[in-house]
C-alpha cells in the first residue's frame, strides 16, 4: 500500500477492494492481473511478493512486465 500511494498518489485500500469484489464475481480464470518492474520502486523481489498476494486470490492470470517512465 505505501509503494502504491508513493508511485501512483492513490490509494490501494480501493484498488483492493475492487479487486476482491471482481473476484467474488466472476471466474478468476477471467481475470488478468499486470504488475510492472518500475525502476526505483518495483524490484524483481517486491514484483514476486505482489504475485504470491495475487495468486492468494485464486488469479493464474498474472502479466508482468518492465515499465521505463516518461521523462
Not at 473476484?23 to 525502476?39: E, G, K
Not at 514476486?48 to 516518461?70: C, E, K, R, W
Request: charged letters at 15%; aromatic letters at 10%; proline letters at 6%.
Amino acid at each position: 500500500p505505501v509503494l502504491y500511494t508513493e508511485y501512483t498518489s492513490g490509494h490501494f485500500g480501493l484498488v483492493w477492494e475492487n479487486l476482491n469484489r471482481l473476484c467474488s464475481l466472476v471466474d478468476t480464470s477471467n481475470i488478468t492481473v499486470r504488475i510492472p518492474m518500475i525502476p526505483g520502486y518495483v524490484d524483481a523481489e517486491k514484483q514476486q511478493h505482489s504475485i504470491a498476494v495475487i495468486s492468494s486470490l485464486g488469479i493464474t492470470n498474472i502479466d508482468t512486465f518492465s515499465y521505463m517512465p516518461v521523462k
